[in-house]
């Protein structure tokens, strides 16, 4: 399967502890996009790099939401301290963008993580 | 990104077209048309995209007013696996390369009945 690929595909956590999610791109595949998605909500853009380079972060819910792509393949997503109101689907995208090409984004499965 | 409204649910019975309408009217003249979908409990999957001109691929087909304030994609044989949202999108695209990521509304939800 040469899709995006998203670890965890669940995740329950309790609240005050730490999360990491990871997401595959489609290969060579150069954007990646992090959003997140609540119940009954369309999917809420929170990232994104391009390569290893992050050229979005304003949108991060909160300081304690960071992301890495550090060799500009896989990405992680991390949630520090987290919180009740952090549960949600967490979706990666990714696409290619070149001199013809429209970032036409492709989505993994998400994350489905649950803070008691 | 122009904002785009759609309704909130629709009905189709299976075999039939579905007709999902969409209106952008403050689209501008370097925004994309993107079409998404979300089965339950799924990532949104690509459907297809379009500037100005109709577009069709294996999927669906997706037809832009010639003022591009509207569209509609079409699904020509609907089957009980085409139940799930919709999401039409306007996004800006240039040569220089988008920005940011795609702005979801709450879509259409799709109900094919048998």
């Known amino acids: 399967d040469t899709g995006v690929s998203q670890n965890p595909r669940h995740k329950i956590t309790k609240r005050g502890q730490n999360v990491t999610f990871r997401c595959d791109p489609i290969?060579?595949?150069?954007?990646l996009y992090w959003y997140r998605q609540t119940l009954g909500q369309g999917p809420e853009f929170l990232t994104y790099f391009q390569n290893e380079a992050q050229l979005e972060k304003s949108r991060l819910l909160s300081d304690r939401f960071s992301a890495e792509r550090p060799k500009g393949s896989f990405s992680t997503l991390e949630i520090q301290r987290t919180e009740q109101g952090d549960s949600a689907m967490y979706l990666c995208?990714?696409?290619?963008?070149?001199?013809?090409?429209?970032?036409?984004?492709?989505f993994g499965p998400g994350t489905r993580l649950t803070v008691l | 990104d122009a904002k785009t409204t759609q309704p909130t649910s629709m009905d189709c019975a299976e075999g039939r077209a579905a007709n999902l309408p969409c209106n952008h009217s403050t689209i501008s003249g370097n925004e994309y048309v993107y079409w998404y979908r979300q089965i339950h409990s799924q990532g949104p999957q690509y459907i297809i995209h379009g500037l100005k001109n109709n577009e069709t691929n294996e999927m669906a087909s997706l037809i832009i007013t010639e003022d591009r304030k509207s569209s509609t994609l079409i699904l020509p044989h609907a089957t009980l696996r085409d139940t799930a949202v919709y999401y039409c999108?306007?996004?800006?695209?240039?040569?220089?390369?988008?920005?940011?990521?795609?702005?979801f509304g709450k879509g259409t939800h799709l109900i094919i009945q048998p």
């Open positions: 999108i306007v996004r800006v695209w240039n040569s220089g390369g988008g920005a940011d990521g795609l702005t």
């Open positions: 290969s060579e595949h150069n954007r």
């Open positions: 995208a990714s696409s290619l963008v070149s001199g013809t090409s429209t970032d036409t984004q492709y």
